[in-house]
T-cell receptor, first 113, second 114 residues
C-alpha cells in the first residue's frame, strides 16, 4: 500500500532563516506531487505541483521554492523565512493517468518568529 | 474561476443523529469531487471520491451525492458518533491531469456530542 511521509512535523524558525521540508511517497512510482499551505483561518492553497523529476510548477509567487530530486521525493525550501510563511504545510500525491484522487501527508507545522 | 462554499460552517449535534453537509461550486465543469476529513493538527484523509459521471458514492455510514448541473454535492453521515468530530472539506477537480486544479472549500467543522 502507498504511504506518504512528511518531516519535520513541527518547526519553529526565526525570521530570515532557511527552510527545508521534505516529503516522500512509498509504494507507488511516478506520482504527481503537490505542496499545499493551510494558514490559520484560511483554506488550502496550492503552492507547487510536480509531474516528474525536476519538473516544478508554481501556483503563487512567493518566498518559497520546491524541488523534486527523486521520483518520490518533494522538497519545499526557502532561503529566508518571513513571518507570513507561518502555517501548516501539506504534501499530497496522486497517481497519474488515474482517478485524480489526492492523498495527503500528516503535515508540517511551521511557526516563524 | 471556481469558488467553493460549504454550509454550515460549523455544526454541533448529539450522538446518533443523521446529518447532511453541503458543498456548492460555481463552475459545474468538473472532473470529480472529493470529500476529505481533517482532524485538528492533522493532514487530510480522503473519504469519498465521486466521478463527474456518478451520482453518489457510499462508504460505511457515509454517502456522498453529486449534482453537477446545479453545482452541488452533499455528504450524508448516518448515526453520527463522537469519533466523527472533525472538519469536513469538499474539493472539486477541474480535469483529470495534474494541471487541472483542485479547489478546496473552507470546510464544515463538526462536533458530535456524546
Amino acid at each position: 500500500s502507498q504511504t506518504i511521509h512528511q518531516w519535520p512535523a513541527t518547526l519553529v524558525q526565526p525570521v530570515g532563516s532557511p527552510l527545508s521540508l521534505e516529503c516522500t511517497v512509498e509504494g507507488t512510482s511516478n506520482p504527481n506531487l503537490y505542496w499545499y499551505r493551510q494558514a490559520a483561518g484560511r483554506g488550502l492553497q496550492l503552492l507547487f505541483y510536480s509531474v516528474g523529476i525536476g519538473q516544478i510548477s508554481s501556483e503563487v509567487p512567493q518566498n518559497l521554492s520546491a524541488s523534486r530530486p527523486q521520483d518520490r521525493q518533494f522538497i519545499l525550501s526557502s532561503k529566508k523565512l518571513l513571518l507570513s510563511d507561518s502555517g501548516f504545510y501539506l504534501c499530497a500525491w496522486s497517481v497519474r493517468e488515474n482517478t485524480g484522487e489526492l492523498f495527503f501527508g500528516e503535515g508540517s507545522r511551521l511557526t516563524v518568529l | 474561476k471556481q469558488e467553493v462554499t460549504q454550509i454550515p460552517a460549523a455544526l454541533s449535534v448529539p450522538e446518533g443523529e443523521n446529518l447532511v453537509l453541503n458543498c456548492s461550486f460555481t463552475d459545474s465543469a468538473i472532473y470529480n469531487l472529493q470529500w476529505f476529513r481533517q482532524d485538528p493538527g492533522k493532514g487530510l484523509t480522503s473519504l469519498l471520491l465521486i466521478q463527474s459521471s456518478q451520482r453518489e458514492q457510499t462508504s460505511g455510514r457515509l454517502n456522498a451525492s453529486l449534482d453537477k448541473s446545479s453545482g452541488r454535492s452533499t455528504l450524508y453521515i448516518a448515526a453520527s458518533q463522537p469519533g466523527d468530530s472533525a472538519t469536513y472539506l469538499c474539493a472539486p477537480r477541474a480535469g483529470k491531469t495534474s494541471y487541472d486544479k483542485v479547489i478546496f472549500g473552507p470546510g464544515t467543522s463538526l462536533s458530535v456530542i456524546p
